[in-house]
């Protein structure tokens, strides 16, 4: 059925969740009118019904065509089902688990089936008052726990007052066997009836053509004996006639010593199969089994039974004929034991069997069945009360998480949305956006696209079997300490807790302070990993070095030897042109630096700092431009997208809405003594000796004059340090003075 083309007069409200316009479900008559929603303002078109943080049997009862998909076209049906049922379609947003029956809409025919069946579970329960539970509905058994009928077709003792009738019922469960009742109570059907009273009347009929047992009480036994041995006694008068043909076959036709040698030093009691195929006694050519002969001991026993009951005193030995005539002799009766018929009650008895048959209760018990079986319908709708009290108390919470976010987007935490499986604690944070997801691998190959920091995890307890995935957004803090293999604890909506180990993590900012570190933290990770790609190279190389001259040693010959530990002359020239090399580039570099420096000092203190904000912002920037943009998108569409929802309206998770999704932990202030830490200086001590320090390392470098190689200005005031200006002033005061002396001369003149 579909739900596109309807008219769509209905006028709604809305609202704006998550970044995109809602439209608002407030009433029983917004549910009503479910079927005039345009299906593109739906936030979701199916989600799948496994896996949710509602009843199953409630999503099962929901999902009108049984695939294992909530669709727009279900959610509707379930809408104009629950509002028909109802007098105040109000009643619905409650979302509780009890409904006074005389709420329930009898003008509508499924609400008077409802009303009926209800009441009748309300009697059967003895339940006083009109308020029907899911409890009340939870166990079928108990409802028709004490009632006569059931509408099941299967009739127990309870199901009569009868005496003989219920001796019957007894009788037919123990021989032909029972079914249950929807009381739990075992019970019988028709068919049950008709392969009872069947049974009666050929179990009777085969007595009436008994045969006589040729041997008394022994044939059984014989007959047994006779059947176990048939092959075996048949084989041996073959191989008799085949070494009377072939005397010279006769060893290969007995029995072989080599076969008993090869299992001489087993146990032989476990060896019973292999000694049962050696033959049944000695070949010796002669076509009879000599009665006093030794007898394969597999065999022995019902050998002695055949010779004790049916071979004649006056026998020594047995032929071929001897051993057909046997088996004739209690054909006739094995023939009758072959036919029995009605064998399921022969443990009754042969007079009880004939006192059923007398009584003749088969109708009477046909009856009954009919009586129960005349109730199927109005017991059937049972199941729809409990259909009805499921979809009462969970319809509106799906809706709020299919028409609408609702639940996702709400201020109090403590409600979830049907998504949300609990609360990840892991590296000092509570992560509350949890989801269950069924392969981690598959899931996020398309889950980074949401733009947010994933923490994937197996979740293991002792309470259940097998292991829990999940997937968990951190939206608050730092990456911390956060990596795979780390543990935490995850606790579900139940309060169960799971042991929690990381498997995988999708990387994406969590804020912008954070992205402003990350190209340092990359820088760092770079370096520390070039560092140790080094090492371990050196050290490879070391040790093949090492294990190439152990293996190399003892081939080497003494002259070899000798050569190779003369040591090579000092070459001068050599090390004279490396240390050049080494000066060069020493002074290049200084050179370098001084003139960076140089340059630095030559800048204002306003300059220096601007300077410096700009290499800040020349490397962080960009970082923190993309994680501003990325966390401006972040979006759980993706994440549910994974799962099989099929996702209509971005979901998008702001920067506040992402704090109410994280915590990180917060100490009260306050000042603790740790009893383990290093004694020594305080923190402000420690800052006051360094900036002390500064100032005299400072200080020493302007008097020493090495801060003049960067400026003049920087000179040092002491003439010890600072010849060239000493210089500088003597010149000056002798060319002040030769100028005196010339003026003089010339006022003289």
């Known amino acids: ?51 949710l943080e509602i009843d199953e049997k409630s999503l099962k009862y929901m999902d009108c065509d049984g695939d294992g998909k909530l669709r727009i076209n279900d959610v509707i049906s379930v809408s104009q089902w629950i509002t028909s049922m109802l007098k105040n379609k109000d009643l619905i947003i409650e979302g509780v688990d009890s409904i006074d029956i005389n709420q329930i809409n009898t003008d509508d025919a499924n609400g008077k089936k409802l009303y009926s069946s209800a009441k009748q579970i309300l009697e059967n329960l003895g339940k006083e008052g009109t308020v029907i539970s899911l409890a009340d509905t939870a166990d079928i058994t108990a409802i028709f726990a004490k009632t006569r009928f059931n509408g099941d077709g299967v009739i127990t003792e309870s199901s009569t007052d009868d005496a003989e009738i219920k001796a019957t019922i ?48 022994k044939t059984d036994p014989l007959i047994a004996a006779y059947n176990a041995l048939d092959a075996k006694v048949k084989d041996f008068f073959m ?31 476990t060896k019973n199969d292999e000694i049962a195929s050696y033959p049944l006694t000695h070949i010796t050519g002669k076509s009879e089994i000599e009665l006093d002969a030794a007898i394969n001991p597999a065999w022995d026993k019902n050998f002695n039974i055949i010779k004790s009951v049916a071979v004649d005193s006056s026998k020594n030995s047995i032929t071929e004929e001897d051993w057909a005539a046997i088996g004739e002799k209690f054909a006739a009766y094995q023939s009758w034991k072959n036919a029995k018929a009605g064998a399921s009650v022969e443990s009754l008895g042969l007079e009880t069997v004939k006192n059923f048959i007398a009584q003749d209760k088969k109708a009477a018990l046909l009856d009954l069945v009919a009586q129960d079986s005349a109730l199927k319908e109005e017991s059937e709708n049972i199941e729809m009360v409990d259909k009805f009290l499921h979809i009462y108390r969970d319809f509106y919470k799906l809706l709020k998480n299919f028409v609408t976010f609702n ?29 269950k997801v069924n392969d981690t691998g598959k899931h996020s190959a398309s889950s980074g696209q949401s733009g947010m920091y994933l923490v994937y995890c197996d979740c293991t307890t002792k309470t259940k079997p097998g292991k829990l995935q999940i997937v968990a957004a951190v939206t608050v803090g730092d990456i911390g300490a956060l990596s795979v293999g780390k543990n935490g604890i995850f606790y579900d909506n139940s309060g169960l807790e799971w042991d929690a180990v990381v498997t995988k993590i999708i990387d994406n900012p969590i804020n912008i302070s954070q992205s402003f570190w990350s190209p340092y933290r990359r820088m760092a990770t770079a370096i520390e990993n070039l560092i140790n790609k080094s090492a371990a190279d050196k050290d490879a190389k070391m040790m093949a070095n090492a294990t ?31 240390f050049a090399a080494i000066g060069v580039a020493v002074g290049m570099i200084g050179t370098a630096l001084a003139s960076i420096f140089k340059g630095l000092f030559a800048l204002k203190w306003w300059q220096l700092i601007m300077l410096f904000v700009g290499i800040i912002i020349l490397i962080s920037g960009p970082a923190m431009v993309m994680a501003w943009l990325k966390l401006r998108r972040r979006n759980i569409a993706p994440l549910l997208n994974a799962n099989g929802w099929a996702i209509n309206a971005n979901s998008k998770i702001s920067i506040p809405f992402g704090e109410t999704l994280t915590e990180m932990a917060k100490y009260p202030k306050m000042k603790l003594d740790d009893p383990f830490a290093k ?43 600072n010849k060239a200006d000493v210089e500088e002033i003597v010149s000056d005061s002798l060319s002040v003075m030769e100028t005196a002396i010339i003026e003089e001369q010339t006022v003289t003149e």
């Open 548 to 578: 190439a001259n152990i293996n190399a040693a003892p081939t080497k010959t003494a002259e070899e030897a000798k050569a190779a530990a003369a040591t090579p002359p000092f070459d001068i020239a050599k090390f004279a042109g490396i």
């Open 170 to 217: 007894a009788a037919a469960i123990s021989t032909v066997g029972g079914v249950a009742d929807r009381s739990g109570v075992q019970g019988i059907g028709n068919d049950q009836i008709e392969t009872f009273y069947k049974n009666l009347a050929d179990y009777v009929a085969w007595n009436e053509a008994v045969v006589e047992a040729p041997f008394g009480d």
């Open 679 to 721: 004694k020594g200086l305080k923190t402000w001590q420690k800052w006051c000796l360094t900036l002390l320090l500064v100032i005299v390392v400072a200080a020493g470098l302007w008097l020493t004059n090495i801060l003049g190689i960067i400026s003049p200005k920087l000179n040092s005031p002491l003439p010890k340090f």
């Open 407 to 435: 639940d996702f987007y709400n201020k109090n935490k403590e409600i979830k949305s049907i998504f949300q499986c609990g609360t990840l604690i892991i590296d000092q944070r509570e992560c509350r956006f949890c989801m």
């Open 239 to 269: 191989r008799s006639k085949l070494a009377a043909f072939s005397p010279n076959s006769m060893a290969s036709l007995d029995i072989q010593t080599s076969r008993i040698d090869a299992i001489s030093a087993d146990n032989l009691s």
């Open 1 to 51: 059925m579909s739900f596109l083309n309807k008219e769509k007069k209905y006028k709604w409200s809305f609202v704006n969740i998550g970044g995109s316009a809602r439209v608002r479900i407030n009433s029983g008559e917004d549910i009503a009118h479910l079927a005039e929603l345009d299906p593109k303002m739906w936030t979701v078109l199916s989600c799948p019904t496994t896996g």
